[in-house]
């Protein structure tokens, strides 16, 4: 069993930077061996990969709406992988959830939501 929880969701205006992050637990589940990404959720549609990110941190990747605009990082001995967004927009609005697959199985936390609203 994996659990995760995120944080620091919340309302910004275009522009504006938030971060989140998520932290992981479990027995028998060791942070530091596993890729981790982030994905978002909007009503309606479908869970999207935002980024991802390796288990030492030397290699990311992004989709391509948000290049250049988030940066996924993540600190093995907190257990904690973060999400910071800048240059936020409208677009961005949903719900965010880490994810991490551990022994065939995908597990995800409750979520945070970011609306990006003027």
């Known amino acids: 069993q994996v659990q995760l929880v995120e944080s620091g969701g919340g309302s910004v205006q275009p522009g504006e930077s938030l971060r989140l992050s998520c932290v992981a637990s479990g027995s028998g589940f060791t942070f530091k061996l596993y890729y981790m990404n982030w994905y978002r959720q909007t009503p309606g549609k479908e869970r999207a990969l935002v980024a991802g990110?390796?288990?030492?941190?030397?290699?990311?990747q992004y989709t391509d709406s948000v290049k250049g605009r988030f940066t996924i990082s993540r600190d093995n001995d907190k257990n904690t992988v973060y999400l910071q967004m800048n240059k936020v927009e409208p677009g961005d609005t949903a719900v965010y959830s880490c994810n991490v697959r551990h022994a065939g199985i995908d597990y995800w936390g409750q979520g945070t939501q970011v609306t990006v609203s003027s």
């Open positions: 990110i390796s288990s030492t941190g030397s290699s990311t």
